[in-house]
């Protein structure tokens, strides 16, 4: 509602310099004050009524922090490191993810929170490449059903081997000795010469009972099928009411995680044999060239979770003008100290078992799930409290994995809500505004549903051959598509963002002005300048970056090579690892066909490039005639000194509704006399 006019006793006529008497009076639907710097100063009111926002914006870094960090950081990222140059592979990744990581994750948060729009909708501004959009949501969603599945052994091992780690490590149990294969007590001399370890029969024998191969998929595990089910669950109660559930979930998923890794840290650096250990990891080792260049790019990819949509999900619950680039700065730098916490924890360990067993620091280390699953449930016994710290080491990789899951799938779930019409949304129960709003509740039914469908889909990964089904889809889901979306993003951004318009300017300039809007009142203009250029030139080098990615790919013959352990999947599976990189870069050219006839039919073929039905969600945040002008002008009226509706005197603050002087700052449409000119 339009703020009232002052009364004629309440603006005393004041001697001032004569100004035109006609002016342009805006009225506007919503008021807009500039926002305090600080995320709470204004007591996180809600801003998008319909849409809802973050109770508080320290809800959106937690959440976007916890997406960022997943288990890989305790469980691979050791490993790569030691394997990839050791400390001259740390001071490299964190140039590049200042120089790469840092530039997209910027990005999709931006665009997330100037639309207010999930990956889908927020790629509206280049239908060219809103396919873009599509395939972020369909591989989120094709990792976020076999995520799970890997979640419930987590479960698995959090409620029954923590408690119980003498059956895990012996010998004398049913289903050792299985195959003619030796079993070894927490003996990996003996292991590494002819046996197996009785942690890792435990894995394979008891808790998956793995069948000979993927051709043999054999029955649902019931344990595991239970624990599926209550990691859904979880994910439901978890995003039950959107933005306002999963910002309270993000303080467990991201601040609990971040004490046990201190606490495992500490406990890690002060045994016996973890300064080996720690150097094994910094130390310099010769690496392959052809292959550390595509190797460091998908250690920046993968670990910073980019190019699947989730940052732009987390961010389009944002207020317009918070400070989005603060967030993206502290996400990057957050994620890179709990990168080196965890690989000096992982790699303290390795010190501890070595010197435990006496053997070579390479010879006891593992990655993946290995090491979660086999290398630590060994190390755990010869703990002092060894069950306690087990509890703690498992309930730490299931908060980080759960951390991230939530997000993959509201990144699914908020996507789909966005595409229903506002007309169809305002004919379903619930209030307007509130907790209850139709659109929390339109969330909340379509998360109820979309889980129990996941669920149905997740459950052939706790079936017998579960493990060899989720090693194929993992290792196709995300070998080449966040690489070729980051890549599309980029240009979409730099060459084809809003190709016409009023002021005839380049793609990027005109994304760069619209991001200064966005940000005109949270950034100090210095800091704001420096790093939005730096942003600005790396979204113009970074499609060269990707682009020499997947030509290594193709040329040194990185495509995944499918083994677990030393079983050999057959042709067919790799067809439908093929299948699985298909489904979500289909959607590119599918959705620009599609948008271009659609553009065709409506005889406005320049909205392929130039949509005009696209820009900030709410009225008040648009600025410019021709995309849903958020102000209506009022016929133009003579008005004397002293009056209501004469121009203010320089230097007070302008507020909505009041007479705006033609020329002043303030976002102006096209009036009829410019018209006339």
Known sequence: MASQVPSETSTPAVPVQTFQPQVVVMTTGNTETAPSCCCCDDGCKEENEERGNWSCNFESILASISYAVGPGYLWAMPYFISRNGGGVFLWVYMVMQIFIGFPIVYLEMALGQYTSQAPIRAWGGVPILQGVGFGMVVMSAILSIYYNGLVAQMLYYLFYVSGDLSRATSCNNPWNNLNNASCSECNLTVCNARGIPSTEQYLNNHVLRLSSGIDDMGAVRGPLAGFLFLAWLLVVVALSFGAKSLGKVAYVTTLVPLFLILALFIRAVTLPGADVGIEFLLAPVFVNANRYYPMLINAIVFRLTLGFGGYTTLA??????????????????????????????????????????????????????????????????????????????????????????????????????????????????????????????????????????????????????????????????????????????????????????????PALNRWMSDLGHMLQHVCCFCCATIVNAMAAAAWLYIPLVMLVYLIFVGVEGLWPYLAYGSYAFPSWAYTLGNLVVSVSLIMIPLVTIINIIIALIRDKPGSIFNPLEWGPYLNKHRREEGRQPYQTWQPYQQVQQGQPGYPMQPGHPMQPGQPVQPRQPWPQGQSEEDTKL
């Open 316 to 505: 389009s619950n944002n207020r317009f003008h918070n400070n989005v680039l603060r967030d993206a700065i502290l996400v990057v730098f957050i994620d890179f100290v709990v990168m080196l916490f965890c690989a000096l924890t992982a790699s303290a360990f390795w010190g501890y078992l070595a010197h435990t067993t006496n053997l070579p620091v390479h010879t006891v280390i593992g990655s993946g799930t290995y090491f979660a699953f086999v290398t630590m449930v060994t190390l755990f016994p010869l703990l002092p409290a060894g069950s306690v710290w087990a509890g703690l080491f498992f309930f730490t990789v299931f908060l980080l994995a759960f951390g991230s899951q939530i997000v993959l799938v509201d990144t699914v779930v908020t996507s789909l809500s966005d595409l229903i019409p506002k007309s169809l949304l305002k004919k379903l129960p619930g209030k307007e505004t509130g907790l209850l709003r139709k659109r929390t509740v339109l969330h909340g039914v379509m998360t109820l549903v979309i889980c129990f469908l996941f669920f149905l889909l997740g459950l052939p990964y706790v079936t017998q051959g579960g493990n060899y089904l989720l090693t194929v889809v993992d290792s196709y889901n995300s070998i080449i598509q966040p690489h070729i979306f980051i890549l599309l993003e980029c240009v979409g951004i730099t060459y084809l963002y809003c190709l016409k318009c009023d002021r005839c300017c």
